[in-house]
């Protein structure tokens, strides 16, 4: 709970200092692709959706995302859930789609 609070107050300085010209729209730009926040959970549907909507197989979408196949399985049947940055790449992957990680 404190550090969702401290990321929001971090949030908020930066926008702060980009309103008062403290800092440029590029450095905005790069802190707020920075995502401070923490990365939501995947359920076993939204990752297999995910997948899917990027017409990826198993054994591509475990490629980009650095893991196994098993790994992907298991995150699609609700054996195993993501975490660190495996949550982040998802997170990517849902933004802006698997070529953002080629």
Known sequence: ??????????REAARGLYELGA??????????????????AYSAYEIKRLRLRER???AVFAAY??????????????ENKPSGPALKL???VERKGLKALA
Do not use: C, H, Y
């Not at 800092?23 to 939501?40: H, N």
């Open 90 to 92: 998802l997170d990517l």
């Open 65 to 78: 995302l650095n893991t196994s196949v098993s790994t992907v399985q298991k995150w699609e049947i609700g």
């Open 23 to 40: 800092i440029d729209g590029k450095t905005m730009r790069e802190f707020e692709s920075l995502r401070l926040e923490e990365p939501r």
């Open 1 to 10: 709970m404190a550090n969702r609070r401290l990321r929001k107050e971090i």
């Open 56 to 58: 990826a197989s198993q």
